[in-house]
């Protein structure tokens, strides 16, 4: 069974402490992937899932194992690293059936275990081949190999795509999208590129220094952000944000006397807190909120603009195209279920969202 | 346009003139110091008559008198053999021991690691002559003066320290997952030093071993302190012959016996070059 829960662990190392008390339950062949910026502890997680990390407080259950104490190799898990950690010595064939070997399966089984994971992964032409002889993709799909051939009750994965170029990323996104849906293993996959964490999980946790900040399937972090700082990492451009007061239930105040009329009052009737529409939210309207368009940039298929209102610079994504140009006067509106409110709290620096994105 | 067409080719001509002056540097004192080896192996194969002609020749009859005198006399043949015995069991003792102490060093995390090894290495620091007394002393309190072990064991205290610092910078740069992976693969923590570590710094580790090899070879103080007749090694040898005030310095006699203790030196050296290469070429630190 590949369920694995988490129950207020703890994570020092010395008198530092990483990870203050996280607890997850996964289900037996759920997709869940850990996202946070870097530093965050996600690493460190999945280590102490895999039996790498000591477990300085709280529990980890594999099946129905507490496994605290129990040693990788017996902990019935397979792990793909970021920078694959393919046996130099060994050919390709070889550093599939490592595992196997270890665990005494006869020659012929590994021979088919080997291959039949060789082809499912299209690695059969390089069976023979030495790692340094291989190219990052494939090397990639080795490190896969390896994992899968050992028929593991969990998978874990700490940023396996982020040595592969952008295409290839995407590539192999879909590829262990699609391996997940055929093998049903319980998967938990680190990443720091929330678009990967959205587009291959069932349920994302999101975690931000040593905690959890939320643990929801994609679209529910999309939708309903629990915090400011998951509603700044989910989604792509990111969200706009305004701090302010509330005048009256649906007027806003900025801090340089800017008043945005808000669609809704805040559920929490806040006097003073932050509001964040998403770029994507935005539409062009005749009245609404006043910005300055400062550039236009069209895809295409949509067109980003970026725009000044009340002297910051902000993002609005518009479906389709526009004949707006820069130095136009536009007035922004928001679809009422569309606007989030939040304690007033300072945003989670872009550039460094942006830089892991 | 034309500046760079123009200067393009006087900076490889210049830098044509610089690779060769390398060359050129290097081979001068490639001669400056192969010299007295040549000199040595070509004396050995003199006799006396020629040794002490001036100027010397360069040519002459070649005659294997003083490989023939020395080899019938048993003490060199049983040196020869002491030698290797020692070097082998000490290169053979500091490769297992210092390598286990240099893996623990570059991957345990361990409170005082660090001091640890820098204390062993500072032993280093201390000169032999400081330790050749006390082990003697010890040694022969023991009843082991003039055993094989005693020497090996004494050639240990340095080889071990240089075995574990040349190791733990070869294993620090290994990554860290090759062993988390056989360690979820299947492998405990030795498992994965044996089986996959070990394999991987095999270049390195004959290296390592082959220098501590020849260093043991090589040493004079502690084989003359420690040993006299049963465990004597070959540079004790040297040092009697060269020493001999009683019948002078047989040039010969020195230089055979000289010529037989270099050899092995320079084939070891030879294989060190290439199995480093090799191990450079094969890429064993890369993922
Ligand atoms: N062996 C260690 N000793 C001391 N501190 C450590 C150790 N390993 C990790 N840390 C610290 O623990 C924190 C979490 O590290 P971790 O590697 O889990 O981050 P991460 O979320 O995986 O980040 P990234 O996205 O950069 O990989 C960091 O502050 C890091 O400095
Ligand atoms: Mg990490």
Redesign the interface.
């Known amino acids: 069974m590949g369920t694995v829960q988490i129950r207020d662990v703890r994570k020092s190392f010395g008198t530092f402490e990483v990870l203050h008390g996280v607890s997850i339950d996964i289900e037996d062949g759920e997709f869940v992937a850990l996202v946070g910026p870097s530093g965050c502890g996600k690493s460190t997680l999945l280590r102490m899932i895999a039996g790498l990390e000591d477990i300085t407080a709280g529990e980890i259950v594999i099946g129905d194992r507490v496994v605290n104490d129990v040693a990788p190799k017996d902990r019935d898990i397979a792990m793909v690293f970021q920078n694959y950690a393919l046996y130099p010595h060994k050919n390709v064939r070889d550093n599939m059936g490592f595992a196997l070997r270890q665990r005494r399966v006869s020659k012929r089984e590994i021979t088919e275990r080997v291959e039949e994971a060789a082809r499912i992964l299209g690695l059969e032409p390089l069976l023979d081949r030495k790692p340094r002889q291989l190219s990052g993709g494939q090397r990639q799909r080795v490190a896969m190999g390896r994992a899968i051939v050992r028929n593991p009750n969990v998978f874990l994965f700490d940023e396996p795509l982020s040595n592969l170029d952008a295409k290839l990323r995407v590539q192999m996104r879909s590829e262990i999208k699609e391996l997940h849906q055929r093998l049903k293993t319980t998967t938990i996959y680190v990443t720091h590129d929330q678009i990967e964490a959205m587009t291959l999980a069932d349920r994302v946790v999101v975690m931000n220094g040593g905690v959890i900040e939320q643990v929801g399937a994609p679209l529910d972090l999309y939708d309903r952000p629990a915090s400011l700082f998951v509603a700044a990492f989910i989604g792509s451009p990111p969200m706009n944000f305004f701090e302010g007061d509330f005048v009256d239930p649906t007027t806003f105040a900025l801090a340089d006397g800017t008043r945005l009329k808000l669609p809704v009052p805040d559920p929490k009737g806040r006097r003073h807190g932050t509001i964040g529409v998403r770029p994507e939210h935005f539409t062009l309207e005749q009245s609404g909120w006043p910005a300055t368009v400062s550039v236009v940039e069209p895809t295409g298929s949509e067109t980003q603009i970026t725009a000044r209102l009340a002297g910051r610079s902000i993002r609005v994504l518009i479906r389709g195209r526009t004949a707006t140009r820069p130095g136009e006067a536009i007035h922004l509106g928001v679809e009422p279920e569309l606007i989030h409110f939040f304690d007033a709290a300072p945003v989670p620096a872009l550039a460094e969202m942006e830089d892991v994105a | 346009m034309t500046a760079l067409a123009v200067s393009r080719p006087r900076r490889s001509s210049r830098g044509a003139l610089a690779t060769r002056l390398r060359i050129v540097a290097g081979v001068a004192v490639s001669v400056i110091f192969l010299f007295p080896i040549y000199w040595m192996i070509l004396t050995s194969f003199k006799d006396q008559v020629d040794i002490f002609t001036t100027p010397p020749k360069f040519l002459f009859t070649p005659t294997l008198a003083a490989y023939a005198e020395y080899m019938q006399r048993a003490d060199i043949v049983k040196r020869l053999i002491n030698t290797v015995i020692v070097a082998t069991g000490a290169g053979l003792l500091s490769i297992v021991v210092g390598t286990m102490a240099g893996y623990a060093l570059a991957r345990i995390r361990l409170r005082g690691a660090a001091t640890f090894g820098l204390l062993i290495l500072l032993s280093r620091g201390v000169p032999p002559i400081a330790l050749a007394v006390p082990m003697f002393l010890v040694a022969r309190k023991l009843g082991v003066i003039d055993k094989h072990i005693t020497l090996i064991l004494a050639y240990s205290t340095f080889l071990i320290p240089y075995v574990m610092w040349l190791m733990r910078s070869f294993f620090m740069a290994l ?1 860290r ?2 062993e ?9 923590r030795y ?1 994965a030093f044996f089986k ?1 570590i070990v ?2 710094s095999l270049p390195g580790l004959l290296s390592t071993l082959i220098f501590s090899m020849i260093l043991a070879w090589e040493e004079l103080l502690f084989a003359l302190v420690l040993t006299s007749r049963h465990a004597s090694t070959i540079p004790v040898a040297i040092a009697g012959i060269a020493g001999d005030t009683v019948n002078g310095a047989n040039w010969a006699a020195l230089t055979a016996v000289g010529t037989i203790t270099v050899i092995p030196v320079v084939v070891f050296a030879l294989l060190v070059q290439k199995w480093l290469i090799k191990g450079l070429a ?6």
């Open positions: 990554p997952e090759l988390e992976s056989a360690m979820i693969d299947g492998c405990s498992g996959i394999p991987i094969e890429g064993a630190t890369k993922g």
